[in-house]
């Protein structure tokens, strides 16, 4: 049986985000979305209980957790290891990856983030690779969801820290890193196996057929036949010897 892709969504937590990666995987790997409430303010803990419900009832299944969504990937795979088969941790992070801005926290529930220009978020996002279609997915999504419910998220990941659960993982673990990711740094997901691709953080977004194939690459090993006409990925593959090592 095929694993499922299970996808866990960056902050907005819509998942209509991964519209383009999923595109560039063509139907060829069942896709599960997992999709945040949009007006209720949850933490991390909550999120994750949240996410654990919605997994697939039955059959084997990879999990992938983008940007705000890799400690909920961390904590749901030590938690759930029945039928799971590898984690995916995409332009992510396992605790604060910007501890200078742990100052923050006393002021994140007074955050504007309604105000802040859409041009802003779409420059640490996007970068050069941006486009018209970016910024309005980028927007629509946005406008789903309450400012609340955003300055919830942005305090989780302030206070987050799954590095231990990480360690105690039995299932293979890929971190997709992107190498111009102005958001998160690289050293943020210290696991596994990496593979650094030439894109900015919403590297699912800018860099769909690239992704797909080391995302199918990844779940090939798990269970997937091959797609014909694969071609080596334009990554560079850095093993880290504390973990399990995948050929990709």
Do not use: W
């Amino acid at each position: 049986m095929t694993p499922t892709l299970v996808l866990l969504p960056g902050m907005d937590g819509t998942g209509d985000l991964f519209a383009p990666l999923i595109a560039a995987l063509g139907g060829r790997v069942p896709i599960k979305i997992v999709r945040y409430p949009s007006t209720v303010p949850l933490d991390y803990a909550a999120l994750e209980d949240f996410a654990h419900a919605a997994l697939p009832q039955e059959g084997p299944f990879v999990l992938l957790g983008e940007s705000f969504s890799g400690p909920i990937a961390v904590s749901l795979a030590a938690r759930v290891p029945e039928r799971l088969l590898g984690v995916i941790l995409c332009c992510t992070f396992l605790r604060n990856p910007r501890p200078g801005l742990a100052f923050l926290r006393a002021g994140v529930g007074i955050l504007p983030v309604t105000i802040l220009p859409l041009r802003l978020f779409c420059h640490f996002l996007f970068g050069r690779f941006g486009s018209l279609s970016l910024r309005e997915a980028l927007k629509a999504s946005l406008a789903q969801v309450l400012p609340s419910v955003l300055r919830a998220r942005l305090l989780a990941v302030l206070t987050v820290d799954v590095t231990d659960k990480l360690a105690t993982l039995k299932v293979p673990v890929l971190c997709l890193q992107g190498a111009r990711d102005r958001i998160v740094p690289a050293s943020a997901c210290p696991a596994a196996t990496t593979v650094s691709l030439e894109a900015p953080h919403a590297l699912l977004q800018v860099i769909p057929e690239e992704a797909a194939r080391v995302i199918e690459d990844f779940i090939g090993s798990r269970g997937l036949p091959p797609r014909e006409g694969t071609q080596e990925p334009s990554a560079t593959l850095r093993p880290n010897p504390c973990f399990k090592t995948l050929t990709l």
